[in-house]
């Protein structure tokens, strides 16, 4: 199985991130999550889940235990603050990164190398080592400089998925409407899942 990071930054939609870490961590990929300060807490602002702790090891463990994962050990925990975590370098190998949600100021982060934390770092190794970045973009409405962000990354092979849930395959609850998000995204890196129905 592969390893791949999933970043939540601080933009309303972490429920993007959650179900991604679950359907990778239930395939039996490995996860390696960051996450920026704003982004934990609107997490539990959101969610209800709490992943603040007070080391690595035990945020990890409470990710595991918080989304019921199948495995131990599948989900690593880097704050960030911890540029010496070791999806800051390019030779720890990964099979790409999500951004989920990806915040206006992250984006901007990533598209201009600014790296000023661990999420804008790992995605500026990705892009260095040419490996698949996916992004999914939260704000409404969107103004120039959010779109020429996202155009200079989509030129340089970003896949940028906004999270604009579908309406034809009849959306009941909100868990319908972050499925097709998070399926999407995970159809995009080539990863098989049953997030939601396809159109038949």
Request: one cysteine or more; aromatic letters at 6%.
């Amino acid at each position: 199985m592969s390893r791949f990071i999933v970043a939540i930054s601080g933009a309303s939609g972490s429920a993007y991130g959650v179900a991604i870490i679950k359907a990778l961590a239930g395939a039996g990929h490995t996860v390696a999550v960051t996450a920026s300060r704003e982004g934990l807490s609107i997490l539990k602002d959101e969610t209800g889940l709490d992943w603040h702790a007070d080391s690595e090891k035990a945020a990890a463990l409470k990710i595991e235990k918080s989304l019921k994962l199948p495995k131990k050990g599948a989900v690593s925990y880097h704050a960030e603050d911890n540029l010496y975590a070791p999806i800051s370098s390019g030779s720890f190998g990964t099979a790409g990164m999500f951004v989920a949600p990806c915040s206006m100021k992250t984006l901007a982060g990533i598209a201009n190398g600014y790296a000023n934390n661990l999420v804008e770092r790992a995605a500026d190794v990705v892009l260095k080592e040419r490996r698949p970045l996916l992004l999914i973009p939260r704000e409404t409405p969107l103004s120039a400089i959010h779109l020429e962000n996202m155009l200079k990354l989509a030129r340089l092979g970003v896949h940028i998925l906004p999270a604009m849930p579908a309406f034809y395959n009849h959306p009941k609850t909100v868990e319908d409407m972050v499925g097709f998000i998070a399926g999407r995204a995970l159809d995009l890196m080539g990863i098989e899942n049953k997030l939601y129905p396809r159109w038949s």
